[in-house]
């Protein structure tokens, strides 16, 4: 069974920096298949950051130059270095990872809460 665990989410200023982590366990794909999500209140789930399986990486643009996905070497852990964090940024964070054919998200954690204030 895949079990997908994140931490650290945190409460920070404008300006601020977090990084959440993610461990996998029971996921036995390409452990380059993850990403991350968010979703703010009252808003849709909106993808935040893809690694791919050729080890490209994906962001969506308001993110981009503040945030980096990257993954440990060798372990199922998947990390969201976020940067210059805004206010727009708070959401629950989640983690997922794509099934066999690193297409389509089927796993999911529980999330994980950052919220910034000004």
């Known amino acids: 069974q895949v079990q997908l665990v994140e931490s650290g989410g945190d409460s920070v200023q404008v300006g601020g920096s977090l990084r959440l982590s993610c461990v996998a366990s029971?996921?036995?794909?390409?452990?380059?298949?993850m990403g991350w999500f968010r979703r703010a209140a009252g808003k849709e789930r909106e993808r935040v950051a893809d690694?791919?399986?050729?080890?490209?990486?994906w962001y969506t643009d308001p993110v981009k130059g503040r945030f980096t996905i990257s993954k440990a070497i060798g372990s199922n852990t998947l990390y969201l270095q976020m940067n210059s964090l805004k206010p727009e940024d708070t959401a629950v964070y989640y983690c997922?990872?794509?099934?066999?054919?690193?297409?389509?998200?089927?796993?999911w954690g529980q999330g994980t809460q950052v919220t910034v204030s000004s």
């Open positions: 997922a990872a794509r099934g066999r054919n690193c297409f389509t998200y089927e796993y």
């Open positions: 690694l791919n399986i050729d080890g490209t990486t």
């Open positions: 029971g996921y036995t794909y390409n452990s380059n298949c």
